[in-house]
């Protein structure tokens, strides 16, 4: 127990004075919600756009001014002709215009009929479904407004309701999705990096000609990283609830259970990598493209699995990750309990099995 | 029981590494593995502190076996790989006490043991390991070999890159090392440290040449030895190379070590030989062969 406490405190040492990984350590988890959260997001806020009003009176007016008071669009300016549409687009200012026709007032009353056009600056198409989504939604609306008082034979009405995440906010989309890539990254490309570099150094060599149990070696230098996860674990959460007002609605004792296990199963994936990988530039080669790409294509964090093609639905399913933001999904935002990630936390445990199995299967005692 | 190794054989994918080497190391003696780089010297360090399995063969290190038995092997040798094998970024006390607790004991405990070579370190024992000099990164690596009082204990090539005083004073410890009661087998790559050792083995290819005394090895030289000196170095070695009765000519420091087919060798005849070719000052004196003579003459 000594020399293990002894080869702990060693690794730590080596962790402390490297001032580079300290600070990616430490620092990306905090940059990367920052990013996820403020800078990369799906929602449209404030998005300018210009109209073109034919008819210029009191229905297209008050249209005008419903969608300058929400707060998604902010009208940039009013043009005058057709052909100067093609000319803000080209500007890149404007991201949608809006058409009203001519003698918009007099045929809504007339002929119960009056069209307006949006144009959307489709070279980013998401945004440009989100821009005409929100536009119909506010034009809608208007419509039951003036249609207050007339009754309409025949209606549905939809009522939405967005379950878990009311405002549809990306960042809690995103939080569960970073971590997962944050405790990924840190355990196993980190514990992968550790271990190739005593085989790099040639201190390997004098660890294999001691006393210590290969099985300490690798606990030895798991350890320090499964505390540094925890701590990166805990920074996100905390960042995400008190920056984010992202709410955790199940148990923060069970959130903490399932990521100190995901923790577990990245660290195994990393000695299993130490294990094949002879340097530490294999290593952290085999860490990005074989586990970061991955994680972030294929777990469901950005690209829904269910719309992907079969061959990588499949494949999908081997991806750790994948479980894992089900589970935090679950937990933070359903606030469910084990009783309904019993399933996705089998299959982790199952998965950190194996990945030790095969890595005490392939781990060498000696040099060849 | 120091070190016994029969006919081991090791090749990798295209070199044969070592080729049936058989030799056997007393306890207690110092013990020199003397050959140039590619001999195969690291390859059987590393059989002999169970790191690589022989292809054929069996070896044992103070009567443990190095398949068999190679936790205790590991639990009591002591092993300085051929590269500087410490941590860099861990300080020199850092890095000794390391050593210690993974092997189970204390500095405190075996201090006597390093004393000697640890004093000189001492003073930089906070800096790190990366930052020290060569001659005081082997000082470290060779006592956080000794911390735990190992029964045998490998160097490998401990002075290569090593300054000359340093390199003295590194087999100095050795020596001291040795009254302890410790095996040591040391490689390198330098003749003069051979004529250290107890005995020493030369190889090269794989192959052991000869095991002996370094006072014994020189016997097997099987010709007179002369030193050969004149004004041009450059000529006198190209002459002498031309020379139709030669046997060897190697340069050696500031003279050259000639050796005539002949056994009624006369140095007059190449005394004059040589003056006639227009070399001037020539002096030819009998000399000793040397371990290094010994060598050349015997990887032939």
């Given at each position: ?257 399932e990521?100190?296990l995901f ?57 750790p990750a994948r479980w894992f933001i089900i589970i935090l999904k679950g937990i933070?935002?359903?606030?469910v309990?084990l009783?309904f990630i019993w399933k996705e936390t089998l299959i982790l445990i199952g998965m ?17 | ?300």
């Amino acid at each position: 127990m000594k020399r293990f406490i002894g080869f702990i405190k060693k690794e730590f040492y080596h962790i402390f004075r490297d001032k580079r990984s300290l600070f990616i350590l430490f620092g990306m988890p905090v940059a990367q919600i920052m990013l996820f959260g403020f800078a990369i997001t799906n929602e449209i806020n404030n998005v300018d756009i210009a109209i073109l009003d034919h008819s210029k009176d009191t229905y297209t007016q008050e249209i005008i001014n419903k969608i300058s008071a929400s707060k998604y669009f902010s009208v940039q300016q009013y043009i005058a002709n057709e052909s100067s549409i093609e000319s803000v687009f080209k500007k890149g200012k404007v991201k949608a215009v809006l058409v009203f026709e001519n003698d918009f007032s007099k045929k809504l009353i007339k002929e119960n009929l009056a069209k307006v056009q949006i144009i959307t600056d489709a070279t980013d198409p998401n945004t440009a479904q989100t821009i005409s989504n929100y536009t119909n939604a506010i034009l809608q609306n208007y419509q039951k407004e003036l249609n207050k008082n007339v009754e309409t034979p025949y209606q549905i009405i939809t009522q939405t309701h967005m379950n878990y995440n009311p405002e549809l906010k990306s960042v809690f989309m995103f939080v569960p999705g970073v971590m997962t890539i944050i405790l990924m990254l840190v355990s196993a490309m980190m514990t992968s990096i550790s271990i190739t570099r005593e085989k790099e150094l040639g201190t390997m060599e004098i660890l294999l000609v001691s006393p210590l149990k290969p099985i300490q070696v690798i606990i030895g230098k798991v350890v320090p990283y499964i505390f540094l996860s925890v701590i990166n674990a805990i920074v996100i959460v905390l960042l995400s609830i008190f920056i984010f007002k992202m709410p955790v609605q199940g148990s923060l004792f069970l959130l903490g259970i399932e990521s100190v296990l995901f923790i577990i199963t990245s660290l195994s994936l990393g000695i299993l990598i130490s294990t094949i990988s002879a340097t530490q530039q294999t290593a952290m080669m085999i860490s990005l493209m074989g586990l970061m790409l991955p994680t972030i294509l294929l777990s469901g964090f950005i690209f829904p699995i269910a719309s992907m093609p079969l061959p990588l639905q499949i494949i999908s399913n081997i991806i750790p990750a994948r479980w894992f933001i089900i589970i935090l999904k679950g937990i933070m935002l359903k606030g469910v309990g084990l009783l309904f990630i019993w399933k996705e936390t089998l299959i982790l445990i199952g998965m950190t099995l194996f990945f030790i199995g095969l890595s005490i299967k392939k781990y060498k005692i000696r040099l060849e | 029981m120091g070190i016994s190794v029969k006919h081991i054989s090791k090749s990798y994918k295209k070199v044969n590494a070592l080729k049936g080497i058989s030799f056997e190391v007393k306890p207690g003696e110092l013990f020199g593995l003397i050959g140039p780089d590619g001999a195969g010297k690291t390859t059987l360090f590393r059989i002999l502190t169970t790191l690589l399995f022989a292809d054929q063969g069996t070896a044992s290190v103070s009567g443990y076996d190095v398949v068999k038995d190679y936790k205790s092997i590991r639990n009591s040798v002591g092993y300085m790989p051929g590269r500087f094998s410490l941590y860099q970024d861990l300080t020199v006390a850092e890095n000794l006490e390391f050593f210690a607790t993974i092997f189970g004991t204390t500095v405190k405990e075996n201090y006597d043991l390093i004393k000697d070579i640890y004093i000189q370190i001492e003073p930089f024992k906070n800096r790190r390991a990366g930052k020290l000099s060569g001659g005081m990164k082997q000082k470290l690596a060779l006592s956080c070999a000794l911390i735990h009082k190992p029964k045998v204990l490998f160097l490998d090539e401990p002075t290569t890159g090593v300054d000359p005083v340093s390199r003295k004073e590194f087999w100095d410890m050795l020596k001291r090392l040795q009254q302890t009661g410790i095996t040591i087998l040391v490689s390198t790559p330098y003749m003069d440290e051979a004529a250290l050792c107890d005995r020493i083995a030369l190889i090269q290819d794989g192959k052991i040449l000869q095991i002996d005394t370094p006072q014994g090895i020189v016997k097997h030289y099987p010709k007179k030895i002369f030193n050969v000196q004149a004004d041009n170095m450059y000529e006198l070695i190209n002459l002498l190379k031309d020379y139709a009765h030669q046997y060897s000519v190697y340069p050696f420091g500031e003279f050259v070590h000639y050796s005539d087919k002949r056994a009624d060798f006369n140095t007059a005849d190449l005394q004059s030989y040589l003056t006639e070719k227009g070399l001037k000052d020539i002096a030819i004196e009998t000399t000793k062969a040397t371990i290094e003579d010994t060598f050349m003459e015997l990887a032939k």
